[in-house]
């Protein structure tokens, strides 16, 4: 599995968000993950590229936070390829992350997915993260995503995550990246 | 594309707050984005922030949006509307500790010859009890004032725990 161990950036960085893991899959795999965030940002943005093994033109994933058991919900809109939708969720282990190009796709074809996780370190709260994700297949299907999920299992601050594919058989291609970035405010 | 943090509101006190203001906004930047994390006082599942650009709290801002959760996905427009709704975000009878997460951003807000445009993503889970929405909504203000001050009225007020934060993003 593919992880970053995340942490603070070297030297004097400057501007608001930076960069503070970085993982490339070399070899397909189910999971990417990220481990000891700093707790020193404001928000949270993961930027993933990607694209999956399974036989679809389009797959969804989960983004596993908290390590809670049945404590997820979530809500999002969806337009895949045309039919636009809505789903609802509540009482899951991971949030619904989006949706990515598969193998069906044009073999040059990645999607794109900005994962927000705001105030992730504040130890009084429930954690929203939000999902925006888009991608194309050259081949006739595409989607947009957009959802939220919340965790009522902890108020705990997001220390790791991981972002899986639903089964072991249909993985995170080669070439896939995910960089988590700390967005600082004023002050910090 | 750089990010620059320009001003902060929050976490919130134990009283809330009932609005923020970022005013004397810098002019060097490119772009503004405002990035939010809120619950609403109202005794409602689902409300909005509204955002009124330089104080002007006349009929001049006009918008539209896609939505859907818990309800089908739908699609809405306004004209001529002030103050500007940002939705959703939660009300007081949402479940307790669940918060909004919304990012609004603002282009060109400097560029004395075009009227402002912003576009914002929001949303909240309410565990799948009503009020569970994301929305995209853009919008225009009919004015081609450089932007100076952005104020946003959560609605009833924020609670303990609510963060704003004001970016400045420069361009390459």
């Given at each position: 599995m593919p992880v970053s161990h995340a942490g603070n950036a070297g030297g004097s960085p400057k501007g608001a968000m930076i960069s503070i893991g970085f993982v490339t899959v070399t070899t397909a795999t189910s999971d990417i993950q990220f481990f000891n965030i700093p707790q020193t940002y404001t928000d949270l943005r993961v930027v993933l590229s990607a694209r999956r093994t399974g036989a679809n033109y389009v797959e969804g994933f989960l983004f596993n936070y908290l390590d809670v058991s049945a404590s997820l919900s979530g809500c999002y809109i969806v337009n895949n390829s045309g039919s636009v939708s809505n789903g609802i969720v509540s009482n899951q282990d991971a949030a619904t992350g989006g949706l990515v190009p598969a193998a069906?796709?044009?073999?040059t074809i990645w999607g794109t997915t900005v994962i927000d996780i705001l105030n992730?370190?504040?130890?009084?709260t429930y954690k929203t993260v939000m999902f925006n994700s888009q991608c194309d297949s050259n081949s006739g299907y595409g989607a947009n995503f957009l959802g939220v999920s919340v965790s009522k299992g902890s108020t705990g601050g997001l220390t790791t995550f991981d972002i899986a594919t639903?089964?072991?058989?249909d993985l995170w291609a080669v070439g896939t990246t995910a960089e988590l970035f700390g967005i600082r405010t004023v002050g910090k | 594309m750089s990010m620059y943090p320009i001003a902060s509101v929050g976490p919130a006190g134990s009283g809330g707050i009932g609005t923020i203001t970022f005013s004397s906004i810098p002019q060097n930047f490119t772009h503004l984005q405002i990035r939010i994390f809120c619950r609403c006082q109202t005794a409602a599942t689902q409300v909005p922030i509204f955002l009124t650009l330089n104080g002007d709290?006349?009929?001049?801002y006009n918008g539209g949006s896609i939505q859907g959760g818990y309800n089908a996905p739908s699609g809405g427009y306004a004209s001529s509307t002030s103050p500007y709704g940002i939705y959703c975000f939660p009300g007081s009878?949402?479940?307790?500790n669940y918060f909004g997460v919304g990012i609004i951003d603002i282009y060109d807000?400097?560029?004395?010859s075009i009227n402002k445009t912003f576009r914002a993503t929001a949303g909240y889970s309410n565990y799948a009890a009503g009020g569970d929405e994301v929305r995209i909504t853009e919008g225009s203000w009919m004015n081609t004032s450089a932007i100076t001050s952005i104020t946003l009225s959560p609605y009833g007020g924020c609670t303990q725990y609510s963060q704003f934060d004001l970016y400045g993003i420069v361009a390459a």
């Open positions: 069906s796709a044009s073999s992730y370190s504040n130890t009084n639903f089964s072991g058989s | 709290g006349g009929s001049n009878t949402s479940g307790t807000y400097t560029n004395a």
